[in-house]
């Protein structure tokens, strides 16, 4: 029972099926990061994730449609980062939940934050289309939650853009230019390191609107 007739487990040809996706998009991102989608291979994302090419095309038929996924995994990843503006009552709350989200995948999710950004950089030739819908709308969903605050004198008033823009910069810094702060920290960040940026950047911009980071109000 429970069982298929050759003795394999039901979902286990699905789950080898997502795993195997994973690999592939972890290995994309890497090469991506490095080499840009211009430069970047197909046969070079088979040998980092060590398949055969045919297997890849398997999963992706076309570079760009792989390049698309990577970016898209990124910024679904971002977004749920972001669920803390529907579910906390508060901007503290839902702030501080935010950006030590973003700190966190920006150490777990370094390389597909730096293909974002590259293909930002440059002009978003692939995923133009991305930015001027899903992003946008995005955008100002969050705005509107932001100004719902300040019109209830929650924080201090500030345009809600202009906030949401320096929360990226601030943490995905931390991806984009992992080597720079590696290299002025002589490593990588370690645990307490991490912590510490994590509550330096709250500090900050929560300061910054008006709430005291130590009490919340």
């Given at each position: 029972m429970g069982q298929t007739e050759?003795?394999?487990?039901?979902?286990t040809r699905a789950e080898m099926r997502e795993e195997t996706e994973r690999l592939i998009l972890d290995a994309a991102?890497?090469?991506?990061a490095e080499s840009g989608f211009g430069g970047a291979t197909m046969?070079?994302?088979?040998?980092?994730?060590?398949?055969?090419?045919?297997?890849?095309?398997?999963?992706?038929?076309n570079k760009e449609k792989l390049y698309r996924r990577v970016v898209e995994?990124?910024?679904?990843?971002?977004?749920?980062?972001?669920?803390?503006?529907?579910?906390?009552?508060?901007?503290?709350?839902?702030l501080r939940r935010y950006i030590t989200r973003k700190m966190q995948l920006s150490r777990?999710?370094?390389?597909?934050?730096?293909?974002?950004?590259?293909?930002v950089m440059h002009g978003a030739p692939i995923i133009q289309d991305y930015l001027e819908t899903t992003l946008r709308r995005w955008t100002e969903t969050r705005i509107a939650v932001i100004q719902g605050w300040i019109d209830a004198g929650h924080i201090r008033p500030i345009n809600p853009r202009w906030l949401m823009y320096?929360?990226?910069?601030?943490?995905?810094?931390?991806?984009?230019?992992?080597?720079?702060?590696?290299?002025?920290?002589?490593?990588?960040?370690?645990?307490?390191?991490?912590?510490?940026?994590?509550?330096?950047?709250?500090g900050i911009l929560l300061r910054g609107i008006g709430i005291d980071p130590g009490t919340g109000a």
């Open positions: 050759g003795g394999e487990k039901p979902g991102e890497e090469v991506f046969q070079a994302i088979a040998d980092a994730c060590g398949l055969p090419k045919a297997n890849l095309h398997y999963y992706f038929s995994r990124i910024f679904t990843i971002w977004l749920e980062a972001a669920g803390s503006f529907e579910t906390s009552a508060t901007p503290d709350v839902a777990e999710h370094r390389f597909g934050s730096k293909v974002w950004a590259n293909e320096t929360i990226w910069a601030t943490t995905q810094h931390y991806a984009d230019f992992a080597h720079q702060i590696e290299t002025l920290n002589d490593g990588p960040l370690d645990e307490a390191q991490w912590q510490d940026a994590t509550e330096t950047v709250c």
